[in-house]
């Protein structure tokens, strides 16, 4: 089982950037594949990105492609979470998860558990 621990958050100005970091801990991150998610006040959680446990496959939320970027460094168990171009509407908690099933590569097949605390972006205008 993996446990996850995110950082990085933090107030922002619109067009801003920041980076997100959950470190993982278990011996299956490197089987796993990792993903992003975020909730709002007063909003349902909604994915954010995602990344196959080789690290070969991305995939995005269409309200996020080309301004954030998830990649995973095994070799320090953790997956970040590069945000650039801030909007208000980026606002929220942003949770990290792992899928409960190992070596999982396309999409639509991750089952994501394990959530962490989560860390606050705000982004001011």
């Known amino acids: 089982q993996v446990h996850v621990v995110e950082s990085g958050g933090g107030l922002v100005q619109v067009g801003g950037s920041l980076r997100l970091s959950c470190a993982a801990s278990?011996?299956?991150?490197?089987?796993?594949?990792m993903g992003w998610f975020r909730q709002a006040p007063g909003k349902e959680r909604e994915f954010v990105a995602a990344?196959?446990?080789?690290?070969?496959?991305?995939c995005y939320a269409d309200s996020v492609k080309g301004r954030f970027t998830i990649s995973r460094d095994s070799a320090k168990n953790t997956v970040y979470l590069q945000m650039d171009n801030l909007k208000p509407e980026d606002a929220a908690i942003y949770y990290c998860?792992?899928?409960?099933?190992?070596?999982?590569?396309?999409?639509?097949?991750?089952?994501?558990?394990?959530w962490g605390q989560g860390t606050q972006v705000t982004v001011s205008s």
């Open positions: 990344i196959s446990w080789s690290g070969g496959n991305t």
């Open positions: 998860a792992a899928d409960r099933t190992l070596y999982n590569y396309a999409c639509n097949s991750f089952d994501f558990g394990s």
């Open positions: 278990g011996r299956t991150f490197s089987s796993v594949a």
